[in-house]
Nanobody, 120 residues
């Protein structure tokens, strides 16, 4: 089985920074991509940032220029550096891993989530 463990969330003031981490463990043949999502109450789940195995990235328009996603392939870990945080960034952030599995194909796995609160 594959497990994702997130860390790094917390309470910060507007304009502050946080760095989220997500480590994948278990039987992993190949990680196609890893991503961070958030979902505000009553709204659709939003892709915040994604990074592929080849290093390509994409971001939500609302976070471009403020957030940076990166990875450490040797550790099966993805990071999200969040700068210039705004109150509207407040949410539970979930890590996603898209993993190739023999006999199945590509499967999605999700972490439990880490709370980010931006408030004065």
């Amino acid at each position: 089985q594959v497990q994702l463990v997130e860390s790094g969330g917390g309470l910060v003031q507007p304009g502050g920074s946080l760095r989220l981490s997500c480590a994948a463990s278990g039987i992993i043949f190949s990680i196609n991509s890893m991503a961070w999502y958030r979902q505000a109450p009553g709204k659709e789940r939003e892709l915040v940032a994604r990074i592929t195995s080849g290093g390509s990235t994409n971001y939500a328009e609302s976070v471009k220029g403020r957030f940076t996603i990166s990875r450490d392939n040797a550790k099966n870990t993805v990071y999200l550096q969040m700068n210039s945080l705004k109150p509207e960034d407040t949410d539970v952030y979930h890590c996603n891993a898209r993993i190739w599995e023999p006999g199945v194909g590509v499967a999605d796995y999700w972490g439990q989530g880490t709370q980010v609160t931006v408030s004065s």
